[in-house]
Nanobody, 121 residues
């Protein structure tokens, strides 16, 4: 069993910053890719950023230069530093982690329940 929990969302004015965290716990052998997704009202969920175990990152064009994804493998945690926030960044932000089970050594992906980010103009 693996649990993934996000934290750090909230309400911020345009131009402000927020830092999201996502920690995995449970029967973990290792974690491969980690990613952040978001879903705005009435829109499909989209990938915002991803990071491989070795540290290589990938960003959506809309957040390049403003958001930074990072990870702490010892803590099974992924972070998303969001700067220069815009109203269009508003949405529910979800964490997704690809976890290798400690008992079976089978990889599966796990989602958190999401954290709300609201950017006011």
């Amino acid at each position: 069993q693996v649990q993934v929990v996000e934290s750090g969302g909230g309400l911020v004015q345009a131009g402000g910053s927020l830092r999201l965290s996502c920690a995995a716990s449970g029967r973990i052998f290792s974690i491969n890719d980690m990613g952040w997704y978001r879903q705005a009202p009435g829109k499909q969920r989209e990938r915002v950023a991803a990071i491989e175990r070795g540290g290589r990152t990938n960003y959506a064009d809309s957040v390049k230069g403003r958001f930074t994804i990072s990870r702490d493998n010892a803590k099974n945690t992924v972070y998303l530093q969001m700067n220069s926030l815009k109203p269009e960044d508003t949405g529910v932000y979800y964490c997704r982690q690809w976890v290798v089970d400690a008992a079976t050594h089978v990889e599966d992906d796990y989602w958190g329940r999401g954290t709300q980010v609201t950017v006011s103009s």
